[in-house]
């Protein structure tokens, strides 16, 4: 619009305004006083408060339609190990256990890869390289997440079972955490599905914080004498805070994650110590048994489920930006994501 | 520039007003068209879904007068949306519970449809003829009692078949589902342990095993991992061709799940139906009965509100059950039995609007 950049020139009717109202509402909402400015602001504005309107209302509605479950079991709600639709008993605490461990067997996986992959991209890989590296890698995050699901029970599934998870209980079997029958199906290939669904979001994210840390930073290292690993030491340090974002992000991913999850995790709402043993997520039993949940308890032990991974999902966000905020107190973030 | 930012306005105005005008248009066209034409929406079970959808293209063929479109949001979701009277009919697997129809404004009547099963289908390598089960087995097997294929009780069923020596996995849905409420309603009418221990429902507490989504998630986990056993929809195991068991029905004799077998099931028990058609056929008497089968139900409203959409839709109930039943067998649902139909028909003339009977 050609008007809003001309230097206001106040015309009779809008004099007239200013002097019937009180107040300015162009001045209230912008320092210039100018109509776009004001405009432009509101807009703002709105986009904030419609995004906080509607997280009130879901968790409103979810609250009120859990009612019934929250008077009917209290706290026992949380500490509950059984899930039984048929007697209308209700526990939480299994999901909670399998959405968690799922989340973070998916971040030690990828973690590492994702960095890997960045640094490699960023600090290494020939220009000719990395895009189509980059663009292959991020294709990765344009699958959907059922396709996933039935490649995880056709071809993942029975690639742990025969080639990963003996090994894994030949070697480390002597942990609880691989011991048990070996069937493909159970926690450990649910974090497996989740590290690969949640790798590209991750490297890509970190590739750009990477790609935003000023030459001058690699230069200064390499004039001191560094080597490769030295100054990527130092690159990475200046993009901490950057990465920790871009690891909330993925980790955001894993905890709502559905489809490909429910597909290879076996769906049994127990807490083992063994990875191999199946187990279950708070999104998928939702997904699940909602469709066919009749009764009035049921269907409000399922909401309040879904209260409880909103509360879970807030909990870990936490507990990352309190990580980030002290791994980083020390650095100055040059480079961030989030 | 105010003289070209003006032109500007008046363009943005024009599109504007144009398209006001067009959306005006089009609304106007939609609510002239369909004056004649009687909308119904139905939702519920998901397992009749694809016989539905063929029934209302070929209907649609037939009756240009009348649009019917159906959700396939699972039968929970039928139950609750023609309680909450927002759908015109609903359709469920298992028939409505007595608290469940209480909780509905008016009398709901079950019509049934067609009928599916429920098979067991299982991996095991170097097995060749079919397995052949008895109900005390089954029941044994998903409370994990038996563990290991060559266990006894399994051996006695099987007699000459090499059962390996290896531990049985059980696959079971994890997805509420009519399927599993087929299958435990069989299970706790065949052990008295499996009732007081789980019951049965669409969504039970499974003593053993690992939960597959869907039909395709259950047959996936047991094509890829040896040594499963589970159960899927009879449809769903004839067009993938998977091995399935033959099961011991409650005359003693072994039966082969067919469409055949199915409609049996229900045409013997068509004596000791009760009148509203709510009826569990697990475990039916008859020596060619198939014993793990069931009704899928429409769900209506004995008296409609509207007189022109009550008529279209007994209409098409009135057709579904008579030519409907044609395109069945294709689809691998089983057709009602004769003495069925005869007493659905019953059910459809009884509906009403403002108390005169909509077909007559």
């Known amino acids: 619009m050609a008007t809003n950049i001309e230097p206001k020139r106040p015309s009779p009717a809008d004099e007239y305004g200013a002097r019937a109202r009180s107040f300015n509402w162009r001045r209230m909402l912008s320092a210039t006083g100018s109509t776009g400015d004001a405009v432009f602001r509101l807009i703002l504005l709105g986009s904030v408060l419609l995004i906080l309107a509607i997280i009130a209302m879901m968790i409103y509605q979810m609250a009120a339609n859990s009612a019934l479950s929250l008077k009917q079991f209290g706290f026992g709600f949380l500490k509950g190990r059984t899930w039984n639709p048929i007697r209308g008993e209700f526990g939480a605490l299994p999901f909670i256990y399998g959405t968690v461990v799922s989340s973070i067997i998916a971040l030690i996986i990828a973690v590492p890869l994702s960095l890997g992959i960045a640094i490699f991209l960023v600090e290494q890989a020939p220009r000719r390289a990395a895009r189509p590296i980059a663009f292959l890698v991020e294709l990765l995050a344009a699958i959907p997440s059922v396709v996933y699901g039935l490649w995880g029970i056709f071809v993942l599934a029975p690639f742990l079972r025969v080639h990963v998870e003996p090994f894994l209980a030949r070697w480390l079997g002597w942990l609880p955490l691989f011991q048990g029958t070996i069937t493909g199906i159970g926690l450990f290939t649910g974090g497996v599905i989740l590290a690969i669904m949640i790798t590209p979001i991750i490297s890509a994210v970190v590739r750009d914080v990477l790609a935003a840390v000023p030459v001058s930073q690699r230069e200064a290292a390499l004039a001191l004498g560094a080597t490769k690993w030295e100054t990527t030491r130092v690159v990475l340090a200046n993009a901490a805070s950057g990465i920790a974002g871009a690891i909330i992000l993925g980790l955001g991913r894993a905890i709502g994650e559905t489809m490909a999850v429910t597909m290879v995790i076996g769906n049994r709402p127990q807490i083992s110590a063994s990875l191999f043993e199946p187990s279950y997520t708070i999104a998928s039993v939702i997904a699940n048994e909602f469709t066919e949940a009749t009764e009035d308890l049921y269907l409000s032990a399922l909401v309040e489920i879904g209260l409880i991974l909103f509360l879970v999902t807030f909990i870990i966000n936490g507990i990352a930006k309190l990580l980030v905020w002290s791994v980083t107190r020390g650095t100055s973030g040059t480079a961030r994501a989030t | ?360």
């Open chain 2, 1 to 360: 520039m105010p003289v070209s930012s003006n032109i500007k306005r008046g363009v943005v105005a024009l599109l504007l007003t144009s398209l006001l005008l067009l959306a005006a248009a089009c609304s106007g066209n939609q609510g002239g068209g369909t004056a004649g034409v009687v909308r119904l929406q139905g939702a519920g079970a998901t397992f009749p879904n694809p016989l539905y959808q063929k029934w209302l293209s070929e209907y649609g063929k037939l009756n240009q007068s009348v649009r019917i479109d159906y959700q396939s949001i699972g039968s929970g979701g039928g139950i609750k949306q023609i309680q909450e009277q927002t759908v015109d009919f609903g359709a469920s697997d298992a028939p409505m519970k007595d608290d469940d129809l209480k909780k509905a404004s008016a009398d709901i009547l079950h019509i049934p449809t067609v009928l599916g099963a429920v098979v067991l289908t299982y991996n095991l390598s170097g097995v060749q003829q079919p397995l052949r089960f008895s109900p005390e087995t089954i029941a044994d097997i998903f409370l994990g009692k038996i563990k290991r294929w060559d266990d006894d009780k399994i051996k006695a069923d099987n007699p000459g078949v090499a059962l390996p020596n290896a531990d049985v996995t059980v696959v079971h849905r994890s997805d509420g589902s009519g399927t599993s409420a087929v299958f435990t309603d069989y299970l706790q009418k065949v052990s008295p342990e499996w009732k007081e221990k789980v019951g049965t429902g669409t969504s039970p507490q499974w003593p053993v095993g690992i939960g597959g989504k869907g039909n395709e998630g259950v047959t996936g986990q047991i094509k890829q991992t040896p040594n499963t056993i589970g159960y899927v929809e009879l449809a769903y195991a004839v067009q993938n061709k998977l091995p399935v068991s033959f099961i011991k029905n409650s005359s003693g004799s072994f039966i082969e799940p067919s469409l055949d077998a199915v409609t049996a099931a229900a045409a013997e028990s068509v004596q000791t139906t009760p009148e509203d058609l709510r009826v569990s056929i697990t475990n039916a008497a008859g020596a060619q009965a198939y014993p793990i089968s069931s009704y899928t139900y429409i769900l209506v409203y004995k008296e409609q509100r509207d007189a022109a959409k009550g008529k279209a839709l007994a209409d098409f109930l009135w057709w579904a059950i008579h030519d409907g039943e044609k395109f069945a067998r294709d689809l691998q649902y089983a057709p009602l039995p004769a003495g069925i139909v005869k007493r659905a028909e019953a059910k459809i003339n009884s509906i009403t609007s403002g108390g005169k009977p909509l077909r007559q």
